[in-house]
């Protein structure tokens, strides 16, 4: 579960990008290629684009969009202007290419569809970022992603000031309610106890998390020593009281707040002193960045 925002574009974001960028490049072309731009555009013609944001936002996928140019033709020239993680205003020429223009038409829509998304989840990202700025208290992702993309939209929260939770099942244990009911039928354990086992599984310095509903959940829960415990759906109220029994009892645990949390009430809720505030937003509800690439008029 990552602790610490990290921007770059690695192996890992390159090599999901690259699958991604097969299939959506295989839906649009399809097996005929772009037919309007071969009855209408000279094979050989040339020429060059800009890709410019209509609206102020904060950039993320420069990379995948250089990749999408690079799979449909690798004799595209790409010239980024700026750099993933910058906020940009409406305007702002992002990059430049140039090549044939049968390659650059049939890049535009998903080197831009790419672009967008990215963007938008890293803009959405930032506004929540900025909504808490000055208080000790950090933005986390979740896992509502949209399937297959999880790698590039969590990129995209790094590259908005964010943090990523847990990558998936496979990386950190966190403990819901459906867990727990599907462990007491089996065991008829406390919560401290299926920390316990949990932890019993794991290779060790996994981090392990519980889920809990209520200020009494939380008390049972701290017996079993988690590394992090989630708040779900608390007043502020509540919020409040459980910060408080956490310093009494275990400064150094880390409180996460989730659940219905919006910008309208993001910063009351960091506000409580809790370390941690997930938002699914960031990802399920991003919309878009307006983004176009606006090509070159020939010389008269």
Known sequence: MANTPARQFGPAESAACRELIEAALAEDLGAAGDVTSRALVPEHSAGAARFVVRRAGVVAGLDATRLVLAEVDRAVRWKPLCHDG???????VLARVSGRLRSLLAAERTALNFL???????????TY???????PCA???????T?????????SVRAGGGRNHR???HDAVLIKDNHLVAWRSQSGGSLADAVRAARATVPPGTVVEIEVDSLEQLDKALLG????????NMSLDELRRAVAVRDARRPRLELEASGGITLATIRGVAETGVNRISVGALTHSAPALDIALDFEEPPA
């Open 86 to 92: 910058d906020a940009v205003e409406a305007g702002t």
């Open 116 to 126: 967008q998304r990215l963007s938008g989840v890293a803009t959405l990202t930032r």
């Open 129 to 135: 970022v900025d909504s808490i700025a000055g208080l």
């Open 139 to 145: 933005i986390f992702d979740t896992r509502k992603t």
């Open 147 to 155: 399937p297959g993309w999880r790698v590039l939209e969590k990129y």
């Open 167 to 169: 990558m998936g099942l």
């Open 225 to 232: 020593e988690p590394d992090i415990v989630l708040l779900d």
